[in-house]
């Protein structure tokens, strides 16, 4: 009799799907972890035919891993934004810069400091679990002062690219969002978020636009690795909730240096702020980032992985009667 109330005390189940799952109406499916968008004002860029009369991107020939496309925000005496063909590896990414500042130099291009310009980083989140995806974006927002200080004073309280002590609704949108398993809506307004969360349920990324347009390309490669430490660390948090539970048990400086390892040195080289100013800067952080630690009971979230069903049915449905009949099966 014990055992038996015991097992009807256990809580059901809740099973989560990968984001590419409960959007796959709307999302292409896409390998590759990374997408980057450059913006570049100056002097001489290399376009391609056509350019004028189209947005779309358009292939540069000879080029391995950028396209062009028009961009009708920038100004300067010549602009350009060059985006990646398709997404690609973490790895890839030196090579990928590597080509476009090589490719601009032999064109003669000359890159301008300029507030207008900024280079926009998609992470790919298609096989993310909401608790996945929970993780990810509570380690940004714990970060997000140091990271946005990084970018560029410029970039700091900059309407394009709003960090989220400055637009507290992002964090809402987003904790909405992951309670019900992606059905709440994810609007346009957030495009100018520097965690662009409307990039979800378009291609299935989360859009970061921290960066400032640097003329010194290899920085975007720096940034991208402050970003994959981000993005593999959220992987090893199964349970958000373990996240503010860590920075509690290990303090805010203690936090910065292992969450962050190398790439930690990284930022604090190009940041004035000192040690008191990175601990206030992450206990504000924490404050915002546990709103989405503990917006549900992950305790009993399992994550289900589904191939597409032949018959063309719902796996969600399918995977739920599946728990049901367990469920059934133990309590009796």
Known sequence: MTVELFRRRQPEPVMGFTLLSILRKYLKPTKGSVGIEVEVEGNKFPKVPGYETTHKALPLEGWTFWSYVKDGSLRGHDNAEYVLQRPIDFDQVPAAIEELGSKLKAYGSVLSESNRTSVHVHLNCQDFHMNRLASFCALYFCFEEVLVEWCGDHRVGNLFCLRGKDAPGLITKIKRFIQSDGQAELSDGLHYSGLNANALTKFGSLEVRSMRGPTDLSIIVQWVK???????????????????????????????????????????????????????????????????CYCRDWGNFKPVNMKDDPFGRDMRKVSKTYFEQLSALNSD
């Open 226 to 292: 402050v970003l994959e430490r981000l993005y593999n660390l959220s992987a090893e948090f199964t349970d958000p909730r373990d996240i503010p539970a860590q920075f509690s048990a290990q303090g805010p400086l203690t936090f910065f240096e292992t969450i962050l390892g190398e790439e930690g040195i990284t930022l604090r080289q190009g940041i004035d702020f000192d040690d008191e100013r990175i601990r206030d800067s992450m206990y504000e952080g924490i404050r915002l980032a546990q709103d989405l």
